[in-house]
C-alpha cells in the first residue's frame, strides 16, 4: 500500500539555528507534495504545494526564504525551517499524492520544539 | 476565498450516543470535502471524503457526512459513538484542481465520557 514516512519524528532546535526534516513516499510516485504545519492549539495551515517540474507555490504568510523545499524525485522531499523561533514551533506534515492525485496519504508528522 | 468553519470548539458525549459535528464551508464553485481525525500526539487520517455525487459518504468506524449546498454545509454524524472516538476532529475544502491543497477548519475536539 501507500505510505508516506516523515523524520525526525521529533526534534529540539535552539532559537535562531535550522532544522531539516524529510519527507519519503513508499508504494507510489509522489508528483504532488504539500506541507503544513500545526502551531500549538490550532488547526493545520498550509506553508507550499510542490509538484513536479512546477514551480513551488508557497501560501500567503510563508516564504522559500523561511522554509525552502527540495522535491528532486518522486519518492522523497525535504523542507528546511531556516532560522527558528518560538512561532515555529509545532507539527510539521508532509501529505503526498500520486498523478491520479485523488487521494492525499499524510505522514505522522515532525514535532519541531525551539528553545 | 475558501474557507472551513467549524463553531464547536469542544463538543462532549456520553458513550453510545449519536453525534454531530458540523462545518460550514465557503468556496466558489464545487467543493472537494474531507473530515480527518487526529488522535492525541499522531498525524492525520482521512475519515472521509465528498467528491460531487451521493450527497452522504459513508466513511470509517462508522462515521458518515452530508453535504447540503444550500446550506454551505458538510456536517459529520454517527450513529453511537465509542470511547475510541475521542480525538480532534477536522473538516477540510479542497479546490478541484488539486486535491493536495486542503485548506482546514479550527477542529472540534470530541471528549466522550462512560
Known amino acids: 500500500g501507500a505510505l508516506v514516512y516523515q523524520y525526525p519524528r521529533r526534534t529540539i532546535c535552539k532559537s535562531g539555528t535550522s532544522m531539516r526534516m524529510e519527507c519519503q513516499a513508499v508504494?507510489?510516485?509522489?508528483?504532488?507534495v504539500a506541507w503544513y504545519r500545526q502551531s500549538p492549539q490550532k488547526t493545520f495551515e498550509l506553508i507550499a504545494l510542490?509538484?513536479?517540474?512546477?514551480?513551488?507555490?508557497?501560501e500567503q504568510n510563508f516564504t522559500q526564504e523561511k522554509f525552502p523545499i527540495s522535491h528532486p524525485n518522486l519518492s522523497f522531499s525535504s523542507m528546511t525551517v531556516l532560522n527558528a523561533y518560538l512561532e515555529d514551533r509545532g507539527l510539521y506534515l508532509c501529505?503526498?499524492?500520486?498523478?491520479?492525485?485523488?487521494?492525499?496519504?499524510f505522514g505522522k508528522g515532525t514535532r519541531l520544539t525551539v528553545v | 476565498a475558501q474557507s472551513v468553519t467549524q463553531p464547536d470548539a469542544r463538543v462532549t458525549v456520553s458513550e453510545g450516543a449519536s453525534l454531530q459535528l458540523r462545518c460550514k464551508y465557503s468556496?466558489?464553485?464545487?467543493?472537494?470535502l474531507f473530515w480527518y481525525v487526529q488522535y492525541p500526539r499522531q498525524g492525520l487520517q482521512l475519515l472521509l471524503k465528498y467528491y460531487p455525487g451521493d450527497p452522504v459518504v459513508q466513511g470509517v468506524n462508522g462515521f458518515e457526512a452530508e453535504f447540503s449546498k444550500s446550506n454551505s454545509s458538510f456536517h459529520l454524524r454517527k450513529a453511537s459513538v465509542h470511547w475510541s472516538d475521542w480525538a480532534v476532529y477536522f473538516c477540510?475544502?479542497?479546490?478541484?484542481?488539486?486535491?493536495?491543497?486542503?485548506?482546514f477548519g479550527s477542529g472540534t475536539k470530541l471528549t466522550v465520557e462512560p
Open positions: 508504494g507510489f510516485q509522489a508528483t504532488s
Open positions: 510542490s509538484t513536479v517540474n512546477s514551480a513551488i507555490k508557497y
Open positions: 501529505g503526498a499524492s500520486g498523478q491520479s492525485n485523488t487521494e492525499v496519504f
Open positions: 477540510a475544502v479542497s479546490p478541484m484542481s488539486n486535491y493536495n491543497v486542503l485548506y
Open positions: 468556496y466558489f464553485g464545487t467543493p472537494y
